[in-house]
């Protein structure tokens, strides 16, 4: 079992064409948002472009997806018809997915049934590699089934609990063991979030020492989905991505809480990942 350094990540951070042009870099799609939500989905863009993603989208319904747009210039935004996310979008977004490299989906989606089901229902037919957080894990702990290797699932200890009906130890050994066997059965990549976060695929199994206790704060846990999107839409790996997007999350929460102590928020979060990209030797 290894210990994620700032080096893993160097390492596996991909070289840039100078050649290149927009969307060559990773397209993400970012499947979140309802009446309630609508700034999970936009922590997820917003920490996918600072980690270096060339292109986001976020389909979201239209209530959501109008106020996301307002965040930042950056965002692009595809309103879906409604209040929540229902099996009528699945066939759209389905078709709108074909042009994207990596999907993120679950944030602020919320729980009803229907939403659920729609998510299930994108989840068994697309074939892109995704990140499954927040009330995709809730879909998708009812039908463990349809996940694949491509995935990386990113619960907090109660979502570990929905997901396998056991709660995580405060032992990092048997928490470690307890992850590695879940990854193996579910067949997907796994970053367990917590004091220590432990990620493993089922065969390989890392502990990405990073972060704060501060970092329990409403949204980190979008930023972490954003930042693994970034990654996966590069093309890279799914257990490295999770890797390398715990790490990079975490150092920045540390970073912002020297700035800001107890009072951070995940929207300062955010804004201090450039800072952690900033001291990685990348070319």
Same mark, same amino acid.
Request: with cysteine; hydrophobic share 40%.
């Given at each position: ?41 936009? /922590? ?7 980690? &270096? ?8 319904? =239209? ?7 307002? %965040?930042?210039?950056?965002?692009? !935004? ?5 209040? !929540? ?12 997915? @074909? ?14 049934? +229907?939403? *659920?089901?729609?998510? #299930? ?8 590699? #995704? ?10 702990? @009812? ?26 130890? +405060?032992? /990092?050994?048997?928490?470690?063991? @307890? ?30 020492? !990073? ?16 930042? #693994? &999107? ?9 257990? =490295? ?12 929460? =540390?970073? #912002? ?13 955010? %804004? ?5 990209? +900033?001291? *990685?030797?990348?070319?």
């Amino acid at each position: 079992m290894k210990t994620v350094t700032k080096g893993f990540v160097e390492k596996i951070y991909p070289k840039k064409d100078p050649w290149s042009h927009k969307g060559e870099f990773g397209k993400l799609l970012v499947i979140g948002g309802s009446r309630r939500y609508s700034g999970s989905p936009a /922590l997820v863009a917003l920490s996918a472009y600072r980690a &270096g993603c060339d292109l986001v989208v976020v389909a979201a319904p =239209e209530r959501a997806a109008n106020i996301i747009a307002t %965040f930042s210039p950056d965002i692009i !935004t595809e309103p879906l018809p409604g209040n !929540t996310l229902n099996k009528s979008h699945v066939a759209h977004i389905l078709k709108l997915a @074909q042009n994207f490299d990596a999907v993120v989906i679950g944030n602020g989606l919320g729980r009803e049934k +229907k939403t *659920l089901l729609a998510v #299930c229902r994108f989840i068994t037919k697309v074939t892109l590699p #995704c990140v499954i957080d927040a009330d995709g894990i809730h879909a998708v702990a @009812q039908k463990p089934n349809i996940l694949r290797k491509n995935h990386i699932i990113t619960p907090h200890g109660y979502e570990f609990f929905i997901l396998t009906g056991k709660k995580p130890s +405060k032992n /990092l050994k048997e928490r470690t063991s @307890q992850v590695k066997k879940t990854a193996k059965n579910l067949g997907s990549t796994i970053i367990l979030k917590g004091k220590a976060d432990v990620i493993s695929n089922g065969t390989n199994t890392a502990i990405n020492n !990073t972060g704060n206790p501060y970092m329990t704060k409403g949204g980190t846990g979008d930023i972490l989905a954003g930042v #693994c &999107g970034a990654f996966l839409s590069m093309g890279i790996k799914p257990f =490295e991505s999770a890797c390398a997007s715990a790490y990079i999350t975490g150092r920045a929460g =540390e970073v #912002c809480f020297k700035n800001f102590g107890p009072s951070l928020l995940a929207s300062d979060i955010v %804004f201090t990942i450039p800072d952690v990209m +900033k001291s *990685l030797r990348i070319q």
